[in-house]
T-cell receptor
Framework: DSGVTQTPKHLITATGQRVTLRCSPR?????VYWYQQSLDQGLQFLIH???????AKGNILERFSAQQFPDLHSELNLSSLELGDSALYFC?????????????FGQGTRLTVV | DQQVKQNSPSLSVQEGRISILNCDYT??????FLWYKKYPAEGPTFLIS?????DKNEDGRFTVFLNKSAKHLSLHIVPSQPGDSAVYFC????????????????FGKGTKLSVIP
């Protein structure tokens, strides 16, 4: 158990819909990272939040957005869903912005768009 | 354009033998490299890392070698055990040596290792 909690574990929804994925970081971790893993692909960095502020964006679509709340949990919002958005979405957390400490990954949310 | 490549999708090794997983990168700005292990239905777990100022890092049965001139790294597992069967991801990050590096990692597609008893 990494200490990072992602909910839900599985999500099936229709095209055009909107979903929210939730991540609770390890206690004390201020950084939250979101990654997407599509079929047969490596993990693609989406976005990074540190202590409530967006720090960096990767290959994140305009239809996707995220935020980190005062209690440090984070939500990834995916809207106008398309079949190609079906993927595993991972959240990772670390204490700091930099790589001085290890980042821990959650178990992921498997999103299936039908 | 894949900046981190793991060209072998799978690898089978006998228990007790050496497993060698390879990774190539193209971005010269990468200065920190990590290996993650992933079991089915779990998130990736950090295994071992190496800074570009080193060419080798060891942790128990796991050793990572870095060849900067060839932009190549490899993970050696000796001896391999059935519990090592998992997908191994190579990942890279820039900015580590300047203190600016973060976990905005670039991952390879992974190599599935099967250790046969």
């Amino acid at each position: 158990d990494s200490g990072v909690t992602q909910t839900p574990k599985h999500l099936i929804t229709a095209t055009g819909q909107r979903v929210t994925l939730r991540c609770s970081p390890r206690s004390g971790d201020l950084s939250v990272y979101w990654y997407q893993q599509s079929l047969d692909q490596g993990l693609q960095f989406l976005i990074h939040y540190y202590n409530g502020e967006e720090r960096a964006k990767g290959n994140i679509l305009e239809r996707f957005s995220a935020q980190q709340f005062p209690d440090l949990h984070s939500e990834l919002n995916l809207s106008s869903l398309e079949l190609g958005d079906s993927a595993l979405y991972f959240c990772a957390s670390s204490v700091a912005i930099s790589m001085n400490t290890e980042a821990f990954f959650g178990q992921g949310t498997r999103l299936t768009v039908v | 354009d894949q900046q981190v490549k793991q060209n072998s999708p799978s690898l089978s090794v006998q228990e007790g033998r050496i497993s060698i997983l390879n990774c190539d990168y193209t971005n010269s700005m990468f200065d920190y490299f990590l290996w993650y292990k992933k079991y089915p239905a779990e998130g990736p777990t950090f295994l071992i890392s190496i800074s570009s100022i080193k060419d080798k890092n060891e942790d128990g049965r796991f050793t990572v070698f870095l060849n900067k001139s060839a932009k190549h790294l490899s993970l050696h597992i000796v001896p391999s055990q059935p519990g090592d069967s998992a997908v191994y991801f190579c990942a890279a990050s820039p900015g580590h040596l300047t203190g600016a590096g973060s976990y905005q990692l670039t991952f390879g597609k992974g190599t599935k290792l099967s250790v046969i008893p």
